[in-house]
């Protein structure tokens, strides 16, 4: 057995028997009708049957998925900085996160799209508890980020994840993707979680921090939807938080979540990748002389590339002047997309309910905030 077995995907040799297992599904029905609508069930079943590595399975099949979720869900997805990547090179990207499936899914078809290697990517193991999508994810390349443990288990599992990252960009040179902090961002404030680059630095062994973390090839990456899909569904752990209580998640609430985010409409999105982080972390390891206030620079380093790459939108200026009461931002949105952003406030918010109104605008202004206190906005 493998140290890694608990969490990691598929090996290629595992892949055609996971997908025979999963072929009748009525999940893998589903999928596979909504991307091949053409295509009799016997076609895509016989294609999938002769698969054998994860590589054929996400060019063949979920690419194609991917693309049909964009043509039906969005006015289209615009990129920038991956002509700065090297091809048959591994990075480390660490990612703003805002939706459960498509962060990662949009990223590797771009990565793809580039010539660039795709990622094995991060997924927490709260939303991989059905079967079915446990196997789907480990079809796809995710390995499993385990929640809510006890300290000693989380330190093991934390070590554990560090060296599975060491192994894939080193050993395999295969690329990373992980989140900034835990969770995805519900309240449009982008911001990294030092834990994280704890979490990374466990594995760096023989090395020095600075040269295991520039080694690891760093990668800031954006992403930002005009419309969130999910925005709604975060009001009640938003007002949940505002009330200072414990938000308590409803049965297959995740299940929900990641459906909606797939499906919902989103409007235009745009991702940006960063350069590696190299001449940054060695300007932070000459200036600073203790581990604590290395991490810490590092934090506000990502911080500082993925606010600024960050892509606003007419919907966040709206938010921000209907939060503020104002027309300042006016010369970013028009009246029309004013009239429609508050036609979607009032389909799913109430009204009446002044914290959850509060909560939803700030979701949207929040990103402009974020610049604007990090000085990140043009004159």
Known sequence: MSKFDSIRPFYDSEVNQALKEVASHPMMKAIMNFTFPDQRDEEWTEQLLKTHSIRDFQINFIYHSVRKVLDISSNGLTTSGFEQLEPNTAYL???????????????????????????????????????????????????????????????????????????????????????????????????????????????????????????????????????????????????????????????????????????????????????????????????????NKQLQALVEELDRVIVRNYRLWPTNYIALDLLNQTDEHREHYSVEEKEEFQARIRKGVEMENAVAVRNFLSMYANPVIHKEKMHLLAP
Request: hydrophobic fraction near 40%; glycine fraction near 6%.
């Open 93 to 291: 990207f660490i990612s703003n996160h805002r939706d459960i499936i498509l962060d990662t899914s949009l990223l590797n078809a771009t990565l793809f799209e580039h010539g660039l290697l795709m990622t094995t990517s991060a997924i927490g193991d709260n939303l991989v508890k059905k079967p079915f999508l446990r196997t789907l994810s480990k079809l796809t390349r995710n390995f499993v980020v385990y929640r809510g443990l006890g300290n000693k288990a989380m330190l093991e599992y934390s070590k554990l994840n560090s060296e599975f990252i060491r192994e894939a960009i080193f050993s395999q040179n295969r690329s990373v993707w992980i989140a900034q902090r835990e969770g995805r961002t519900k309240d449009g404030m982008d911001l990294t979680q030092k834990g994280v680059l704890k979490m990374l630095s466990k594995a760096c062994e023989s090395l020095s921090l600075e040269e295991y973390f520039l080694k690891l090839k760093i990668v800031p990456v954006s992403i930002s939807y005009e419309n969130d899909p999910t925005d709604v569904l975060k009001m009640p752990e938003l007002l949940a938080k505002a009330r200072e209580e414990t938000y308590v998640k409803q049965k297959n609430e995740d299940f929900r979540t990641l459906m909606s985010g797939i499906m919902g409409q989103k409007k235009r999105i745009h991702i940006s990748v960063g350069k590696v982080l190299d001449q940054e972390i060695n300007t932070i390891f000459e200036r600073e002389n203790s581990v």
